[in-house]
């Protein structure tokens, strides 16, 4: 029977939906939403999701997703110039509840669990869950060795802590990022009272391809949660908590 030229395209967040459904399967990066690689599904119909070859074909899926945007390379820290020493890095965009979240749900799996399992376990959207991943990796808490979150010793000491003690390690790995000394410094420089306009302005200079609003939430989000300082939202200004 010959086939229908026009193509039908199915969005999907499940692996094995779209192995189930499609003849070939292109993965997109996460943001921006770029075409990374395109999939051939050769098993014959219907196919049996239990199947070794169809196993076989989600695994490899999964490698593919969580290769780029989760790597597991070690990567040495180069030597920075003067001006080099001023990067910082964009944050991921969410909330410190996301993370905290994040954190006790795989508390309850053991320390360890599969990308995949928390976000069908969680009901979260896949890349939502691997963008609260990245943030909890960058605050040291897991680790991602292959497609797997691991509570690392920090991330186990964390969970377990009171909420005093788990604001106080939180406070601790804010200040390890770049881009909260800055606000600290600024803020030191302002004689402990900083404008939002002129942190954006710095936002926007530091992180030019980022968006300054939503980082400056994400830095009053997680500076607020940390007791790092406060956010006076009717005046526009961070001070000291």
Known sequence: KERNPAAIVMVSQ???????MADRVAVLSGSPGTLRTIVEVSLPRPR???????????????????SAELPDVQV?????????????EPLPMVQSADI??????????????????????THVPFERVLTTVKAAEMLDLVDTPKRSVL????????VNANMDDRKDLWRAQLLELRLFRVVQEMLHLEEG???KEALLQEI?????????EATFETIVAWGRFGELFA??????VLTPE
Not at 76 to 88: K, N
Not at 151 to 158: A, C
Not at 204 to 212: A, G, V
Not at 231 to 236: F, I
């Open 100 to 121: 905290l979240g994040l954190l006790e749900f795989v508390e309850t799996q053991g320390g360890t669990s599969d990308l995949f399992h928390v976000a069908s376990h």
């Open 151 to 158: 509570l690392t010793p920090l991330g186990k000491r964390f």
């Open 204 to 212: 926007s200079t530091r992180l030019p391809m980022e968006d300054p």
């Open 76 to 88: 040495t820290a180069p030597v920075l110039s003067a001006s080099q020493e001023d990067l910082v």
């Open 48 to 66: 049996d999701s239990r199947s070794a070859e169809f196993m076989k074909l989600v695994d490899h899926l999964h490698d593919i997703i969580t």
């Open 193 to 195: 009272e900083l404008s």
């Open 231 to 236: 956010y006076r939202e009717e005046q526009g």
């Open 14 to 20: 499940s692996i094995r939906e779209a192995l189930l």
